[in-house]
């Protein structure tokens, strides 16, 4: 099973566990947020890329009331669970079942966003998409990533690994919710802080930056001048 049928088999299950996942949910999808240079009344074009079933998507569309929004995923459950979280809201959201890696970018995007999918992809892959994502944006728009990070040592690695095993507990994660995401979590393919910003920086986001890391989680952003 690939990434995005580990995330269709979860999908009804996919929310109600974030909180407790990742453990830094709450400053992880605002300092997203806050990385889009735009002022908050632009109507902003932003394309989500691996948006699942939207969270990423729905904490922008709240600071930026008239931004439209193009939602990407390969997981057909996932993306469904989006269409009807934005029901209500039809005209600002569009939902592309496909993937963001062989896809073409359609038109070009004031912000591009992702949050927690990006690893998925074979470094390769990743350092093309960040190529691709420097193209499609307007000038003066922005690459905004929230992604799984991976430590710069084994001995690193596993820290991060043991610290993030004992939050989701303390949180209160359900043992079943855990299991699901170690499951998800062997198709995960993460680079380092360091080649992560390597390869923004090479793709032609000059001023890319890690604002924010807790562990194995870091936001990272870069603006198209
Ligand atoms: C951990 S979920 C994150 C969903 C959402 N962005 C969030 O923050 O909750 C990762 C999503 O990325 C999608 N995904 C992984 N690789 C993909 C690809 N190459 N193209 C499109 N979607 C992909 C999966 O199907 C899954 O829905």
Not at 31 to 50: F, I, N, S
Not at 130 to 154: E, H, M, S, W
Not at 172 to 194: C, F, N, S, W, Y
């Amino acid at each position: 099973m690939n990434a995005g049928g580990a995330f269709d088999a979860d999908a009804a299950i996919y929310d109600r566990s974030r909180r407790q996942l990742i453990p830094c949910f709450d400053e992880f999808y605002r300092v997203a947020v806050e990385q889009a240079p735009q002022r908050r009344d632009a109507a902003v074009r932003v394309l989500d890329l691996g948006a699942g079933t939207g969270l990423l998507s729905a904490c922008f569309a709240e600071a930026y009331t008239r931004a439209t929004f193009t939602l990407v995923d390969v997981a057909p459950e996932m993306l469904a669970r989006a269409e009807r979280r934005f029901a209500g809201d039809g005209e600002r959201f569009a939902f592309v079942c496909a993937d963001y890696a062989t896809m073409r970018f359609e038109g070009s995007y004031d912000l591009i966003v992702s949050a927690l999918s990006i690893h998925h992809l074979p470094h390769e892959e990743k350092r093309a998409l960040f190529r691709r994502a420097n193209a499609a944006l307007a000038p003066g728009g922005a690459f905004i990533n929230a992604d799984q990070v991976l430590g710069p040592t084994p001995e690193r690695e596993a820290e991060y690994g043991a610290a993030w095993l004992a939050r989701t507990r303390e949180l209160g994660v359900g043992e079943d919710d855990l299991a699901a995401a170690i499951e998800r979590m062997k198709h995960d393919i993460k680079a380092t802080e360091a080649d992560q910003l390597r390869w923004l920086r090479e793709a032609g986001f000059a001023d890319a930056d890690c604002v924010y890391r807790w562990h194995w989680f870091g936001v990272f952003s870069g603006r198209k001048r």
